[in-house]
């Protein structure tokens, strides 16, 4: 049985394009609205972000604990279902 969320399973079997960042799991209002106002509005932004990191966990994690306050878990969370799309797209 997946230990996953249905927000993870949702996101990592749909197209990315045009979903807000909130749709990412680990990213609720709060991690959002701070991304947003770092110029991170959609699921693709900081999909760029992981990629230019070259998808590095410690790199990805601090980046986004420091644009977003997110927490362990919620960088995590975020982390992985990037890797998963990724994984399961490209």
């Known amino acids: 049985m997946s230990n996953t969320s249905k927000k993870h ?3 990592c079997s749909e197209p990315m394009k ?3 960042v909130t749709a990412l799991p680990g ?3 709060g991690c959002g609205s701070q991304l947003q106002s770092q110029g991170y ?3 693709t932004d900081v999909f760029g972000k992981y990629l ?3 998808e590095n966990r410690n ?3 601090g980046w986004l604990k420091d644009q977003s306050g997110a927490n362990f878990k919620q960088q995590g969370g975020c ?3 990037l890797r998963d799309w990724s994984d399961n797209n490209l």
């Open 59 to 61: 790199e990805f994690q």
């Open 27 to 29: 990213i609720g209002p």
């Open 41 to 43: 509005h959609k699921a």
């Open 52 to 54: 230019t990191v070259n």
């Open 79 to 81: 982390y992985h279902a």
């Open 18 to 20: 045009g979903k807000p």
């Open 9 to 11: 399973q949702s996101f």
